[in-house]
């Protein structure tokens, strides 16, 4: 690697590499940059991508955000859809749900939905993790948002129906399926959305609802923004604890590592392992006026670029040495942080980027020493809600080791 001016040695990067990429690696030898036949930018380089993240002349094009449901004139947006000083008002105003001091007061409540989900583990003995990680995801994330006023596990089931891919199912079950998401939507906004604003508009919270409805957000505008943070907060992160899991159990000497070390190093391990493996492996954007990459490379305005976060992660030039390896406390760049752009980057890097990883640590260090064996190769596949992968099924046994 040609070493960056300001890169940062670190001497207790040995035992690298411990293992590669478990979810599809991005094609091999693609250009930095390439334009497809529908004028759609890839960008792959990650300064490229950096500039374009970081660009004010961009707005939200994933997400659906090109559907013609948000950002019309009949309601207010959600965060991810909101642009400039708009955006930028928002995220301060909630910032402070996502200080170390605000997920400070989550922390018991991580700690004993952690323990309670691994008891009900041991019971059973073999489980499908993703059903255990998702409860865990959606408790902690729903006590950011505020929704605790119903039943954690009904919650999740209705958001993993919402959020589930139909696409591979014939006519007749994506049409079954297609149903029970209209009744998971409609069960959200009466078990989950109605009953947590009741409470709020007699006692205000700490929490994102209650701080929408201070600010006079019609009843659909609450659910919209819920709905965000439920697949921005929720699936993503059971998905992460569920592939960090994996890479423990295929390698050994990474958990026994993890399991020795202190938290700094454990939050680098996870760093690295969300590098290799984004949960949302493509970001996209619309350029509103010309954008320069190079002296000599401008992508026009009204452009969709296609950001792609694991061709990115893995930008030799940045991570260096074995990038599609997983090799915790490798040498970056000083303004790179440990998990690239696994969090996204920009104004709308993740705001919940810390909680995800002490909720997956904390899970983890109860897990991993029980013993965790896989029962058969789980099954991934991709998402498009989220641009990423997800597990279908992860059977593991407690006590394997
Ligand atoms: C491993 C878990 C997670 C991953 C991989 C992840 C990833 C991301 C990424 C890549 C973005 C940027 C989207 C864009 O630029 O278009 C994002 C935004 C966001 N995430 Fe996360 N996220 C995770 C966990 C969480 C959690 C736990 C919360 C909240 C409790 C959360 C809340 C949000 C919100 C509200 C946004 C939108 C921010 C904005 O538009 O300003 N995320 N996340």
Not at 100 to 115: F, R, S, V, W, Y
Not at 246 to 251: I, M
Not at 284 to 298: K, Q
Not at 306 to 327: F, H, K, R, W, Y
């Amino acid at each position: 690697m040609q070493a960056h001016p300001s890169i940062q040695t670190n001497s207790e990067a040995q035992g690298c590499p411990f293992s590669g990429r478990i979810s599809a690696l991005p094609k091999p030898s693609q250009p930095a940059v390439t334009v497809d036949e529908h004028q759609v930018w890839h960008i792959r380089g990650f300064w490229e991508a950096r500039t374009v993240l970081r660009h004010p002349d961009t707005i939200q094009a994933g997400f659906g955000a090109e559907l013609g449901v948000v950002n019309t004139k009949l309601m207010r947006s959600p965060i991810l859809y909101l642009e400039g000083p708009e955006h930028h008002q928002l995220r301060s105003q909630t910032s402070k749900f996502f200080t170390p001091k605000g997920i400070e007061k989550h922390q018991a409540l991580i700690e004993n939905t952690a323990q309670n989900l691994i008891v009900q583990m041991q019971q059973r003995k073999v489980v499908d993790l993703g059903q255990y990680s998702l409860l865990l995801a959606v408790q902690v994330a729903a006590n950011v948002v505020g929704l605790t006023n119903s039943h954690i596990a009904t919650m999740a089931q209705r958001i993993q129906t919402m959020a589930a891919n139909p696409s591979k199912l014939g006519w007749f079950w994506q049409k079954f399926h297609r149903q029970r998401q209209q009744l998971a939507v409609l069960g959200f906004y009466f078990f989950d959305l109605l009953p947590a604003i009741a409470q709020r508009r007699k006692t205000p919270k700490e929490d994102v609802v209650s701080h929408c409805l201070s600010l006079g957000y019609k009843t659909h505008e609450v659910m919209a923004e819920c709905l965000v943070y439920g697949a921005a907060g929720m699936l993503t992160t059971k998905e992460f604890i569920c592939m960090a899991t994996l890479h423990f159990c295929k390698n050994p000497a990474l958990q026994s590592r993890y399991l020795a070390t202190s938290e700094a190093e454990r939050q680098a391990i996870l760093h690295e392992i969300l590098r290799l493996e984004p949960v949302i492996a493509a970001l996209r954007r619309r350029t509103t006026a010309p954008i320069a990459l190079t002296p000599d490379l401008t992508i026009p305005a009204q452009t969709v670029v296609s950001i792609e976060l694991d061709a990115s992660n893995t930008d030799q030039q940045v991570v260096g040495a074995d990038p599609n390896q997983v090799c915790p406390m490798r040498p970056l760049p000083n303004q790179v942080q440990a998990p690239v752009m696994s969090f996204g980057d920009g104004a709308h890097r993740c705001p919940g980027a810390a909680i995800a990883i002490a909720e997956a640590d904390v899970f983890l260090q109860k897990l991993l020493p029980l013993g965790v064996k896989l029962i058969k190769e789980p099954k991934l596949e991709y998402n498009p809600l989220i641009a990423g992968y997800e597990f279908q099924t992860m059977q593991i046994q407690l006590g394997g080791a």
